[in-house]
């Protein structure tokens, strides 16, 4: 008898059900849809946490620091954080570059004082251009030496670009005597804060390189073999890839796109820094894990690390406006690293269990 009423039910109810949702341009759903969607709901927060939420963060901020500040809101202000964040957006995008290949690079800030030095000798002697060719030049020249050291000598990212580090940041204080490298083209100097279509030019450099970079890692055989080497360096190499030049060709786009930092550095404070960087490997490794690029390697976007960018940027804006201290600010940042750290060891967790 329940099962003649279960069939009744079929044959009467649902298609009087189906044709009422048509008349009323299906609004009614069957009574089982809602569940189904709530789970879908679920599983896609679950698995987006990270990417909605960094966004979300970025919001909250600007509308903390607007209600605080009168001047926060503004477009001078604005331009401002632009031309602060995009020497950080280029070495963070090429920070991401290492970090897929579940690498790391801690020479970053000692490569942007030694390219600040050697542009600055260079424009000095021969002009804006060709200081600025050597320049980009010898930071992807850094990321060669660091590719091979990782891929050949078998060195831990980590020692090597730490090393590395320390070797740069005394070649640097030794081509400069220790001092400030002055006498750079005035016109150089200008170029850190002239307009492009409303735009500082630093700003749309570092978005020249977000789009390159974008470009590189979703749509070119390199990019493609970047995620493969962080995800699964000996599936990769089983696979056929040559996991050593993809090593090797990651910290020279490293290095190359922490010279462009440089370069926007450098013409911001108008003469060639020794010790110009110091704080952009922490800074750059905060943007890129929080911008939601694991540690681990083979997961995360050049897109995610701009609202990294953004929320260090702004964090750092909103707290210059308060008066509060470059010191607490590394302490923000250095928490914020934690807390980003922590979530991204919790989500690997929680897919291994599934």
């Known amino acids: 008898m329940a099962e003649g009423l279960r069939q009744l039910i079929a044959e009467r109810v649902f298609p009087v059900r189906r044709e009422m949702a048509k008349s009323v341009g299906g609004e009614i759903e069957r009574v089982d849809d809602f569940p189904r969607r709530q789970e ?3 599983n896609l927060l679950r698995h987006n946490a990270r990417d909605i939420g960094l966004p979300l963060a970025v919001i909250a901020l600007v509308i903390l620091f607007s209600a605080i500040s009168p001047v926060f809101l503004t477009v001078q202000n604005f331009r401002n954080i ?4 995009a020497a950080l957006a280029a070495v963070s995008f090429g920070q991401t570059f290492a970090i897929l290949t579940a690498g790391l690079d801690l020479s970053v800030g000692s490569t942007v004082a030694l390219v600040s030095v050697i542009t600055a000798f260079g424009m000095r002697n021969q002009g804006i251009a060709l200081g600025i ?7 992807a020249a850094v990321g060669l030496v660091n590719g091979i ?6 060195v831990f990212p980590f020692i090597a670009t730490l090393a590395m580090m320390s070797i740069l940041s005394g070649l640097a204080l030794n081509l400069s005597s220790g001092v400030a490298v002055s006498g750079l083209p005035r016109g150089f100097g200008d170029l850190a804060y002239q307009l492009l279509a409303g735009i500082p030019v630093p700003v749309v450099i570092a978005l020249l390189v977000l789009a390159v970079s974008h470009f590189v890692l979703r749509y070119t055989r390199l990019g493609r073999h970047i995620y493969a080497v962080g995800g ?3 599936a990769a190499r089983l696979s056929g ?4 030049f993809v090593k090797v060709a990651a910290y020279v786009i490293c290095g190359f796109c922490a010279a462009v930092g440089s370069v926007i550095l450098t013409a911001r404070v108008a003469s060639g820094q020794p010790t110009l960087g110091t704080s952009l490997p922490l800074e750059s490794v905060a943007a890129v894990v929080l911008g939601g690029v694991s540690l681990f390697g083979g997961r995360g976007s050049v897109v995610g690390v701009a609202f990294g960018v953004a929320f260090v940027s702004i964090l750092s804006n909103g707290l210059n406006l308060l008066n509060v201290s470059s010191y607490t600010q590394l302490m923000a940042i250095g928490a914020a690293l934690i807390v980003a750290v922590a979530l991204d060891q919790a989500i690997v967790r929680r897919r ?3």
């Open 149 to 154: 050291v990782i891929t050949r000598l078998k």
């Open 133 to 139: 060719i050597e320049g980009l030049i010898a930071g």
């Open 40 to 42: 879908r709901l679920r």
């Open 82 to 85: 632009g031309i602060a964040a």
């Open 232 to 234: 699964n360096e000996a």
């Open 241 to 244: 890839i040559n996991t050593d």
């Open 352 to 354: 291994a269990g599934e």
